[in-house]
């Protein structure tokens, strides 16, 4: 047998049907639906009088509309259009009987937090969401990647898709990291050293010692970011610490079906001798805390680091540099630690997750926010806010003077009332720093939680390992 | 879906490299519960100022090119989110292929479905069909999916590729669910295998 990477070995046990031009019909084992990108799907369905194909293996929840302050079961808390779609997702969530997590339901929260805290995602599975984040998934050894809203439609209708098989990458992080350096931090330099544009066409796998040390959290961080580096999807072989994390969730298997999973899923890996197209090795004591400068997720650099001249890039890249700067406010030679905020957002499905709750309480205790900044920590799931309580964390983070809010993708996108105001600038721990992402004209730094920590109680972009 | 054969049309020129969804359609824009009516909402941060009113610098509110269907763009095209809304927006406004020299692979498959084509060209020739599309509305760029080739005003021709798949349900403007659901069958034998080999799934 010819040797594989993982993303062959998953890829060929999905594979129902392949044309001669390598066109495959793709089996999909799980199906995540938001209610964004779901509405009109579901009215494609109808129209054609059709039915979704496996209700138990397609899952909902709400999480891009809703508001995440207290009493949001106040439909007055929504706009018209925003209560709309949340009501047709809890509409055709019944009508098609798959499961569903609506708005006061403690499990709810953002999907891609939502998938493998319940056990839905799975080693060796295929997923997809209306959502490029599916990525996340990877972290878990599961092809997951986004689809658009026809590819949702025909997911429901036939439990398949239609795709061709993408190149196989390695992004190798060998070593240790020092301290202070996250996942995130991982993930952006990642981006900053490939491009946006680096994995189009592939799908990447995350490999090396930096990635095995890294807890489950850390690698959802790191392939939750896969796909602003233009890959299809990110990948992490699955190990002793994704089957501890997965035991016991309530839709892993149990018994002697448990059993029977760990065999195959202990075959999932890269055989040695398996041929990548594209590899890039990074050495892990070389990556330093990061931030965003610009409104592009490669536009990464170190903390300590100065904001460039558009003029030391080339091709295309000197315009968009210089828009950047200019929509982000910025003048080139600027130290990034100079840079003032006025908000602070921590959450997202890139860092929603307790641990990066933790990291922020680490940083935090005892300090307060500082005079003028509005800082906000948003859990990604009603479970991860639950937990965060229970550990005291909460309290921390209250007495520090940030608001504690409800779980959905609040800041990230903005769709929903939290929003930057024109000029307003963020530290944020979400994954995308594009022109009017948190809100018309707002200027959004990406980084880690610990972080954005920092620049909450200091006021300006930090370097954490400098804070005392 | 509409038939995508031949066209003939403006073709706009928007240089920006990284042009990304967030920009081709923004997010307030998609609380919309149908695939209609997004056109006029098609780069509206760029396209309106905060009232609404058109900014006369933006390439398609230029007389010239409020009827173009051709976008020639900078690389990485319709990064970010995985939107529909994006090339929705695109084809109601009446755009009917983007040309670039790469696109983000979400984007890409959207398009498809949406009977726009997107063409990806290497850097020298989207240099030229740039300055082709500059010249505005007396050049028209003229695009034959069947020859796999776009002719620029001055009758400069280069080819390009195209899955074949997808080039024959564009043409023939067929509807994938419709296609797959013959392949019912497959599926059936494929779900009752996998599932045995894999009850937890
Ligand atoms: S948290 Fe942000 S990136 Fe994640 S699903 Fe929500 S909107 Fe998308």
């Not at chain 1, 921590?346 to 922020?360: F, M």
């Not at chain 1, 983070?397 to 929003?419: H, I, K, V, Y």
């Amino acid at each position: 047998m010819s040797p594989k990477t993982l993303y062959d070995k998953i890829w060929d046990a999905h594979v129902v049907q392949e044309d001669e031009d390598g066109t495959c019909l793709l089996y999909i084992d799980r199906h995540l639906v938001h209610e964004v990108t779901s509405p009109q799907a579901f009215e494609g369905l109808r129209m054609a009088g059709r039915g979704v194909r496996a209700p138990d293996k397609t899952i909902a929840v709400p999480d891009h509309n809703v508001p995440t302050t207290e009493g949001r079961e106040d439909p007055a808390q929504m706009t018209e259009d925003s209560r709309i779609q949340v009501a047709a997702l809890d509409k055709n969530a019944k009508e098609f009987g798959i499961h569903y997590y609506p708005v006061d339901d403690v499990r709810q929260g953002i999907v891609h937090i939502v998938g493998p805290e319940q056990g839905w995602t799975l080693p060796g599975m295929t997923v997809v969401c209306g959502d490029s984040h599916t990525a996340t998934h990877g972290a878990f050894g599961a092809l997951a990647h986004g689809i658009g809203t026809s590819e949702v439609e025909h997911v429901l209708a036939t439990q398949t898709l239609i795709q061709k098989k993408s190149k196989n990458m390695k992004v190798e992080i060998t070593g240790k990291l020092r301290p202070g350096v996250t996942a995130k931090d991982i993930t952006l330099s990642v981006i900053g050293k490939t491009g946006t544009a680096g994995g189009t066409g592939y799908v990447i796998e995350y490999c090396g010692e930096a990635i095995r040390d890294l807890s489950m959290e850390g690698r959802m961080t790191v392939c939750n970011m896969a796909i602003e580096g233009g890959a299809r999807a990110g990948l992490i072989a699955p190990d002793e610490k994704t089957f501890e994390y997965i035991k016991g969730r309530p839709h892993a298997p149990k018994g002697a079906q448990w059993e029977q999973a760990m065999e195959w899923w202990k075959t999932l890996y890269s055989d040695d001798d398996a041929h990548w197209d594209k590899v890039v090795t990074i050495k892990g004591e070389d990556i330093a805390p990061v931030v965003t400068w610009g409104t592009s997720p490669e536009d990464v650099l170190p903390i300590t680091d100065v904001v460039p001249d558009p003029e030391s890039f080339s091709g295309g890249k000197v315009d968009a540099a210089r828009r950047a700067l200019d929509y982000m406010g910025l003048t080139p030679g600027q130290k990034l630690t100079d840079i003032k905020v006025d908000a602070v957002f921590i959450g997202s499905c890139t860092n929603g997750r307790i641990e990066d709750l933790r990291a922020v309480a680490d940083v935090v205790k005892g300090k307060h926010v500082a005079e003028g900044v509005r800082a906000m920590i948003v859990p990604g799931s009603g479970l991860v806010r639950a937990q965060a309580e229970e550990e005291g964390l909460a309290e921390i983070f209250q007495e520090a003077g940030f608001e504690w809010r409800l779980a959905g993708c609040s800041m990230c996108l903005a769709m929903n009332p939290d929003q930057l105001a024109p000029e307003e600038r963020c530290a944020s721990t979400s994954n995308r720093n594009f022109e009017g992402r948190q809100g018309y004209k707002g200027r959004t730094h990406l980084m880690s939680p610990a972080m954005a920590a920092a620049a909450a109680v200091t006021g300006h972009l930090t370097d954490v390992r400098e804070l005392a | 879906m509409e038939k995508f054969e031949k066209l003939s049309g403006i073709a706009a020129p928007l240089p920006l490299v990284n042009i990304d969804t967030d920009m081709i359609i923004p997010k307030q824009f998609l609380k919309t519960i149908k695939r209609s009516g997004l056109g006029v909402n098609l780069f509206d941060e760029m396209r309106y100022d905060r009232e609404g009113n058109e900014n006369p610098d933006f390439v398609l509110n230029k007389p010239a090119y409020r009827e173009a269907q051709i976008l020639v763009a900078g690389d990485n095209f319709g990064c970010g989110s995985s939107r529909e809304h994006a090339p929705w927006a695109l084809a109601d406004f009446g755009i009917k292929a983007v040309i670039s020299t790469s696109f983000a692979d979400i984007f890409f498959n959207n398009c498809f479905k949406n009977g726009i084509l997107p063409i990806v060209m290497p850097q020298e020739v989207v240099d030229v069909l740039m300055k082709d599309a500059e010249k505005g509305a007396n050049a028209r760029m003229e695009i034959d999916l069947e020859a796999q080739t776009v002719t620029t005003s001055d009758g400069e021709t280069f080819s390009f590729e195209v899955d074949p798949f997808k080039k024959h349900c564009l043409l023939n403007g067929l509807d994938d669910i419709g296609l797959t659901m013959e392949k019912v069958g497959a599926i059936d034998t494929f779900e009752a295998k996998a599932s045995a080999a894999r009850p937890w799934v």
